[in-house]
């Protein structure tokens, strides 16, 4: 969505309806390095999120105020996903054992993410980009595979 609105695109999306406890990417690393890191995270179950629901629609119109964009997105352009699960993860053992909780808001995410994907358009023309990442454990002996290999973004 926003790739087509950095090129001048009209947004085509489901209804919008579908909601999601959107979490920013810092966020979310901070927790799972937590979870690598600590040592009575080993052999646990940990879920990460804001404990808040927003829907696609919701984002969407922010996004759209942060490009500043007079194009308005066109909802309802593709189907909805008939077996989307809407849930809010549990948080308490990501709190308790991690010491963990997102602190960045829907907005200020929202921001920097807009900024990263205007900054990667201009650098790639609206290409894709892939961002390797390896996340190994202290103890990773040899042959063992890493928690996250890497990352593909699509800008």
Same mark, same amino acid.
């Given at each position: 969505?926003?790739?087509?609105?950095?090129?001048?695109?009209?947004?085509?999306?489901?209804?919008?309806?579908?909601?999601?406890?959107?979490?920013?990417?810092?966020?979310?690393?901070?927790?799972?390095?937590?979870?690598? @890191?600590?040592?009575?995270?080993? &052999?646990?179950?940990?879920?990460?999120?804001?404990?808040?629901?927003?829907?696609?629609?919701?984002?969407?119109?922010?996004?759209?105020?942060?490009? &500043?964009?007079?194009?308005?997105?066109?909802?309802?352009?593709?189907?909805?996903?008939?077996?989307?699960?809407?849930?809010?993860?549990?948080?308490?053992?990501?709190?308790?054992?991690?010491?963990?909780?997102?602190?960045?808001?829907?907005?200020?995410?929202?921001?920097?993410?807009?900024?990263?994907?205007?900054?990667?358009?201009?650098?790639?023309?609206?290409?894709?980009?892939?961002?390797?990442?390896?996340? @190994?454990?202290?103890?990773?002996?040899?042959?063992?595979?890493?928690?996250?290999?890497?990352?593909?973004?699509?800008?």
């Amino acid at each position: 969505m926003t790739q087509r609105y950095l090129k001048g695109q009209r947004p085509r999306l489901t209804s919008g309806k579908y909601q999601a406890d959107w979490i920013y990417v810092d966020d979310a690393v901070e927790g799972l390095i937590g979870a690598a @890191c600590v040592p009575e995270a080993k &052999g646990g179950t940990f879920e990460l999120g804001t404990g808040r629901l927003t829907s696609v629609r919701d984002v969407t119109k922010e996004i759209k105020h942060i490009l &500043g964009s007079p194009i308005d997105p066109e909802f309802g352009a593709e189907p909805d996903r008939r077996h989307e699960v809407v849930r809010l993860p549990e948080l308490r053992a990501s709190k308790k054992v991690l010491g963990w909780s997102a602190t960045t808001s829907l907005s200020d995410g929202l921001r920097k993410t807009v900024q990263s994907f205007r900054d990667a358009f201009n650098k790639t023309r609206g290409g894709i980009m892939t961002i390797g990442v390896m996340l @190994c454990s202290d103890g990773m002996r040899s042959g063992e595979r890493p928690l996250i290999e890497n990352v593909a973004a699509f800008f």
